[in-house]
T-cell receptor, first 110, second 110 residues
Framework: NAGVTQTPKFQVLKTGQSMTLQCAQD?????MSWYRQDPGMGLRLIHY???????DQGEVPNGYNVSRSTTEDFPLRLLSAAPSQTSVYFC?????????FGSGTRLTVV | SQELEQSPQSLIVQEGKNLTINCTSS?????LYWYKQKYGEGLIFLMM?????EEKSHEKITAKLDEKKQQSSLHITASQPSHAGIYLC??????????FGTGTRLTVIP
């Protein structure tokens, strides 16, 4: 099925652990982005990419790294997880008809 | 920086009633998106508005962008339990990314 696939759907981490949230799309879209959603805050942009090899920071980039080696994949890395990074993370692609979001990864850092 | 204010923050209506959700921007809107989100799920695209005075409808949902392009409204006619969820408005930032409002939580009582 065409779309944006995020894995895992749920994750619990201990403070200081590292992990990678995966995002894959099969629509050949150049633009991809990561958002986090917190209660009462809406979605906030973490990082985005305008194409393979090009990434840039969004509104809340601290504590996160990204890379874009292929058009299809845009992983989000947490090098040392903190409780403040407990959130729901959404990946999105941009196309001529708008934005398509993945189903999200719910991350809890204890 | 841009601000998007949604009102009301939450709404409880009886099934069959009409309702309106507003999204007000501190800056001119060049692309305004409406999404719906159910708990634990991703964002479902509803509508995109770009032109001042534009109005779009899909099933029982109508969205409008005012002439000055600083406010959008989402109107649901004859609400149903299936309309329940969180409604988010998002504005394009000019870099193929969205800046979101904080959301409106809609509950429809059967």
């Amino acid at each position: 099925n065409a779309g944006v696939t995020q894995t895992p759907k749920f994750q619990v981490l201990k403070t200081g652990q590292s992990m990678t949230l995966q995002c894959a799309q099969d629509m050949n879209h150049e633009y991809m982005s990561w958002y986090r959603q917190d209660p009462g805050m809406g979605l906030r942009l973490i990082h985005y990419s305008v194409g393979a090899g090009i990434t840039d920071q969004g509104e809340v980039p601290n504590g996160y790294n990204v890379s874009r080696s292929t058009t299809e994949d845009f992983p989000l890395r947490l090098l040392s997880a903190a409780p403040s990074q407990t959130s729901v993370y959404f990946c999105a692609t941009v196309h001529s008809f708008g934005y398509t979001f993945g189903s999200g990864t719910r991350l809890t850092v204890v | 920086s841009q601000e998007l204010e949604q009102s009301p923050q939450s709404l409880i209506v009886q099934e069959g009633k009409n309702l309106t959700i507003n999204c007000t921007s501190s800056k001119t809107l060049y692309g305004l998106y409406w999404y719906k989100q159910k708990y634990g799920e991703g964002l479902i695209f509803l509508m995109m508005l770009q032109k001042g005075g534009e109005e779009k409808s899909h099933e029982k949902i109508t969205a409008k962008l005012d002439e000055k392009k600083q406010q959008s409204s989402l109107h649901i006619t004859a609400s149903q339990p299936s309309h329940a969820g969180i409604y988010l408005c998002g504005a394009e930032t000019g870099a193929n990314n969205l800046f979101f409002g904080t959301g409106t939580r809609l509950t429809v009582i059967p």
